[in-house]
């Protein structure tokens, strides 16, 4: 067996951030394979899972932050350091997690004059074009924007007061969602589920159409002319923002004009701000403060939406992460490159290294 490597896996920072990248049944995995697993102590409550249970799998619990950072190699965490726990890095940790650097130039700079060398989970492709550390996190988000929209629509909540499946003698709200990926699946097909008529916009019409399935008669797939897009939107009760370009920063779809032809208290929904966010009047919040509202509509912008509900998107994650968690873990890091070339798919994963930006889409955007 190969010598094992430390590995810590912190308590996240970011606001209401209740997730941690391993339950304790993989992290008993990881110590089964010969590594030294530390768990800062609290990580796991907030998703339902106790200091005893990583403890029963083998792990040692950490009191403090400095502690495990001081004595782990390799960090397993789920979202991207805030400024924080910057001056816990050194330049020969191995970080592994949510990073959208394109949306996060700061932290990009930081890892870069470090010297961290820095995976992220979003732009791990398994070599089909499919991202398997995002794909369940995008579903979760998808889900989670849907239901937010649904209530944001509500008087009390500042919204339209429209209920988005209506009732006898009224119509259907409009729901118009940008990008039919993970994301955009899974939001039509709950708001369609709820009666809303949807209408989905992609570049690839035929994905968009595929999701018609969902909601017969109720979702339509269309093309995202700029016309098209300027007339939907201005009509629409709830946008919901889905477009990805792995580790590129979002394209802007819908401008700051076209948000101010909605109707005074309609939604945005925008689960492309990680990535900066794919409509003009996005920024990024968080749980302690979710929504803002500007040019009279509702914005729901929130950078880890999936946080909302911390034990589905914890077990979700987990189960996708800890193969990749474990190829990492073998990885001569003294011959990285070596290493890569016989893991194209931790090579898609690898964003930082030896100061500069790895990631071709990522360093692009950043140049912009």
Do not use: W
Request: glycine share 12%.
């Amino acid at each position: 067996m190969a010598q094992g490597i430390d590995i810590g896996i912190p308590r996240e920072r970011k606001p209401e951030e209740r997730r941690v990248a391993l339950v304790p049944e993989a992290v008993g995995e990881l110590v089964r394979n010969g590594h030294r697993v530390r768990v800062e102590s609290g990580a796991g409550e907030g998703s339902g899972f106790a200091d005893d249970a990583y403890r029963s799998a083998g792990a040692e619990m950490v009191a403090g932050t400095g502690e495990l950072y001081a004595e782990s190699r390799l960090i397993l965490k789920v979202k991207e350091p805030i400024p924080e726990e910057y001056g816990h890095f050194r330049g020969d940790h191995v970080l592994f997690s949510f990073l959208h650097l394109a949306a996060v130039p700061d932290l990009a700079a930081f890892l870069r004059e470090r010297g961290v060398t820095a995976f992220a989970f979003e732009t791990l492709d398994d070599g089909t074009g499919h991202l398997p550390l995002l794909a369940p996190m995008s579903a979760i988000a998808g889900k989670v924007a849907a239901q937010n929209a649904l209530t944001l629509l509500h008087a009390p909540r500042g919204g339209r007061g429209l209920l988005l499946g209506g009732a006898p003698g009224t119509e259907r709200g409009r729901v118009v969602v940008l990008g039919a990926g993970g994301v955009g699946g899974n939001a039509a097909a709950l708001l369609s589920a709820a009666g809303a008529r949807v209408d989905v916009l992609d570049l690839d019409v035929d994905r968009a159409e595929h999701l018609a399935a969902y909601g017969p008669g109720q979702i339509s797939g269309l093309y995202p002319y700029r016309d098209t897009v300027a007339d939907l939107v201005a009509g629409a009760d709830v946008v919901i923002g889905a477009v990805l370009s792995a580790g590129a920063r979002a394209p802007t779809v819908v401008t700051r004009d076209q948000v101010a032809a909605m109707s005074p208290g309609s939604v945005i929904a925008d689960v492309a701000v990680d990535q900066g966010g794919c409509i003009e009047t996005t920024r990024p919040t968080d749980y302690t403060h979710p929504t803002y509202t500007e040019a009279g509509v509702i914005h729901f912008a929130v950078t880890n939406m999936p946080a909302a509900v911390p034990r589905t998107a914890t077990k979700a994650l987990s189960a996708r992460l800890l193969p990749y968690a474990q190829k990492l873990a073998r990885m001569p890091f003294e011959d990285l490159e070596g290493a890569l070339q016989k893991a194209p798919d931790m090579d898609s994963a690898l964003n930082v290294v030896r100061g500069g930006i790895h990631h071709q889409a990522v360093a692009a955007s950043l140049a912009q």
